[in-house]
């Protein structure tokens, strides 16, 4: 029962960091609340039990991903708030919705023991190289594509 | 133990948020963490997809992996962009990107 309530406090959390996100006025701010809501979703893998989703939620969103995202935001000056439509917001709030009032005819039921990934995570990986092997060839050549771009056009890294 | 309803009306609010920001938004950096809301949103959903059920495929440990190099490569893309647009003087609005020319 107390689990329900953290659940419900970081739930919480991280709604209202995403909301932050595009509601902050500098863009600094903003990655700052992504990074939370990182922070938010691995609390919310460790409460259902995967420690490692958690753990990867952690090392690589929290601590890679944010930590880029800052030191290469936190140069910026000035920023202009640039909000076109906010009436479209509404209709996002419309389908969240609907989709829960679609949602209130499935009983509400807890289903058996529940899978833990890290013995999933054992069998998985020891079939499935050649699709790990494509999505780190992806992440190479986007690596190799943007340090290119970057080079060809600024002279920063030269 | 949490119902499996909760987890997945906190991934259907971490999507509309998302598709709320991307929808209101001009930034092209917001709009890129936009998405990258939404990836937070289709792994909460996955993730609790799988733990709550009692014959699940290991295969979404790929899945999830998937979701990670995608994420992965877009931050990768957005923070090249940020780095070329800034040091061009190029707008971020993305009505004004026809001028984004090579």
Redesign the interface.
């Known amino acids: 029962m107390i689990?329900?309530y953290v659940?419900y406090a970081i739930?919480a959390l991280?709604?209202t960091s995403?909301?932050l996100?595009?509601v902050q006025k500098r863009?600094i701010h903003?990655?700052i609340a992504?990074a939370v809501?990182?922070f938010g979703?691995a609390l919310?893998?460790f409460?259902?039990?995967?420690t490692l989703?958690a753990l990867?939620?952690l090392v690589?969103?929290v601590g890679g991903?944010s930590t880029?995202?800052i030191v290469?935001?936190a140069?910026?000056e000035k920023n202009a708030?640039?909000?076109?439509?906010?009436?479209?917001?509404v209709?996002?709030?419309l389908?969240?919705a609907g989709?829960?009032f679609a949602?209130q005819g499935?009983p509400?039921?807890?289903?058996?023991?529940?899978?833990?990934?890290l013995t999933?995570?054992a069998?998985?990986?020891a079939t499935?190289y050649a699709?790990?092997y494509i999505?780190?060839a992806?992440?190479f050549a986007?690596?190799i594509?943007?340090v290119m771009?970057?080079k060809k056009?600024?002279k920063?890294l030269i | 133990m949490i119902p499996l309803l909760y987890l997945f009306v906190l991934s259907i609010a971490l999507l509309a948020i998302g598709l709320a920001a991307i929808a209101a938004e001009r930034h092209l950096v917001v709009i890129m963490l936009a998405v990258e809301i939404i990836f937070v949103a289709s792994t909460i959903a996955l993730i609790s997809f799988f733990s709550y059920n009692a014959h699940a495929n290991p295969d979404a440990v790929t899945m999830l992996f998937a979701i990670f190099a995608v994420a992965a490569v877009e931050i990768i893309t957005l923070i090249t962009f940020y780095v070329y647009m800034k040091y061009h003087d190029i707008s971020f609005d993305v009505s004004k990107l026809s001028k984004f020319k090579w």
């Open positions: 689990g329900l659940f739930a991280v709604i995403s909301i996100v595009f863009l903003a990655v992504l809501v990182f979703s919310v893998f409460i259902i039990g995967q989703v990867l939620q690589v969103f991903f880029y995202l290469a935001v140069t910026e708030r640039l909000i076109r439509f906010p009436v479209f917001a209709l996002s709030v389908l969240f989709i829960v949602l499935i509400s039921q807890q289903f058996g023991e529940g899978n833990n990934f999933a995570a069998s998985a990986l499935d699709m790990l999505m780190a992806l992440l986007a690596t594509g943007g771009i970057i056009f600024t920063l």
